[in-house]
């Protein structure tokens, strides 16, 4: 049977503002349906979309394209998408997935040997001009 991913905001702690999953210049579902929230969820900016991305019970799969961007240096509106990216990468903001009603949870290995395990995921890895890198680069 067909298992649906469902995107939440995106949030970061190194800023306070939250954004929703469309945002950013992330693939986009084709039919876009919302599953019924509560007020709580509301009130709280988790606005919960469907997603492109699909799954089938018990089918492996890994590495399946959903679509594809590219940016043109010389379109303004292009330059602003990307630059808005380069930010939330910066900024270290995380994508919140919920499958079958649970978070989607990214563990990751920390000091002595220990796992750190988060409720969401960053947006890329972001490395400056000058080859530093930040944040979800230096993690396995």
């Known amino acids: 049977s067909q298992i649906e991913l469902f995107v939440n905001r995106l949030d970061s702690v190194e800023s306070v503002l939250p954004y929703e999953y469309d945002a950013f210049d992330f ?9 019924s ?28 394209k959903v679509c594809m961007k590219s940016y043109n240096p010389e379109n303004a509106k292009d330059v602003s998408k990307l630059a ?6 910066q900024l270290n903001y ?3 997935w919920i499958i079958d009603n649970m978070p989607v949870t990214w563990c990751y290995d920390v000091e002595d040997g220990q796992k ?9 890895c972001f490395v400056t001009a000058a080859g530093r890198v930040k944040d979800a680069c230096v993690m396995s």
Request: proline residues 9%; positive net charge; glycine residues 10%.
């Open 27 to 35: 693939c986009q579902d084709a039919t876009e349906k919302r599953p």
């Open 37 to 64: 929230e509560n007020l709580g969820q509301v009130l709280f900016g988790e606005r919960i979309a469907s997603s492109p991305y699909k799954f089938t019970f018990n089918k492996p799969e890994t590495c399946k």
């Open 84 to 89: 808005f990216l380069k930010k939330g990468m």
């Open 94 to 96: 995380q994508h919140h």
């Open 116 to 124: 750190y395990c988060n409720p969401g995921f960053p947006i890329g």
